[in-house]
């Protein structure tokens, strides 16, 4: 096991927005965290990576706590962002050469991650650009080398997606399918469900704060009482007070 959310109740107020929320994300698993805008999706996430306290649950990664012991914890844990975040007056060379430096990575070994990922995502020749120079899609390259060169054992993608062309997507998804083998866990927030159906292992379907299922699509497909039922059926079923549990 490596991230375990346990009854987490939590938001911006003292109003909760996740109401008692408990999944797993196993080592060599890739978990689609799916819903509508304002479901909960980014709460969650921002709860994982530290930026909000639980009011009440918990969240470890390998029984580790935040709060009990910050290093560790996020030493653990590479965290890709739905918009990108990078320092304006750094180049592509000195994001990295922080990131190394963030995750106390070995230098040498960091680098040749980073010059594998860099080629893949063709930015090997940019080392020496800004962000000012870098499209959408750029930064979100820039991202994802930055997450994906630290080899965390537990990754948080947000949206990954977008901005992206069909040929660095393929590059990301072939991604983090070696991070799987590697046995990372990957907790992935998308709404691209056709491109979720055909590659998490597992579904934790969020709806006004609450899961309302959660399973491989076969189980969701159970509950739904549809062996045909496509992701997206599913998610609009639940959406607009479909076949699913409460």
């Not at 991202?143 to 054992?153: D, G, K, L, P, W």
């Not at 709404?191 to 969020?206: G, I, N």
């Not at 399973?215 to 159970?222: D, F, M, V």
Request: proline share 3%; aromatic share 8%.
């Amino acid at each position: 096991m490596a991230l375990k959310i346990n009854g987490l109740v939590g938001g911006y107020s003292r109003i909760p927005v996740l109401k008692d929320i408990s999944f797993e994300v196993n080592s060599g698993q890739l978990v689609g965290l799916i819903g509508l805008n304002g479901a909960g999706k980014s709460t969650t996430i921002n709860h994982i990576i530290g930026l909000l306290e639980p009011q009440k649950g918990n969240i470890t990664i390998d029984d580790v706590k935040l709060k009990d012991d910050p290093k560790t914890y996020k030493g653990k844990l590479a965290y890709m962002p739905e918009m990108p975040v990078l320092y304006q007056e750094l180049t592509l060379k000195e994001h990295l050469e922080l990131t190394v430096m963030a995750y106390n990575l070995d230098a040498a070994n960091a680098w040749k991650r980073a010059n594998e990922l860099l080629k893949i995502f063709r930015l090997d020749n940019k080392l020496d650009w800004f962000p000012a120079n870098f499209s959408k899609g750029m930064r979100q390259k820039v991202m994802i080398v930055c997450a994906f060169m630290t080899e965390a054992q537990v990754y948080v993608i947000d949206e990954p997606f977008l901005g992206l062309d069909p040929l660095a997507t393929r590059d990301l998804l072939n991604l983090v399918d070696n991070e799987k083998k590697r046995g990372a866990a990957i907790l992935m927030s998308t709404h691209v469900l056709s491109t979720a159906q055909e590659h998490c292992d597992y579904f934790v379907l969020l709806h006004q704060g609450k899961i309302r299922a959660q399973g491989s699509l076969t189980e969701l497909r159970s509950l739904f009482k549809d062996k045909q039922a496509s992701l997206t059926d599913i998610y609009l079923g639940m959406t607009q007070g479909g076949n699913t549990n409460e």
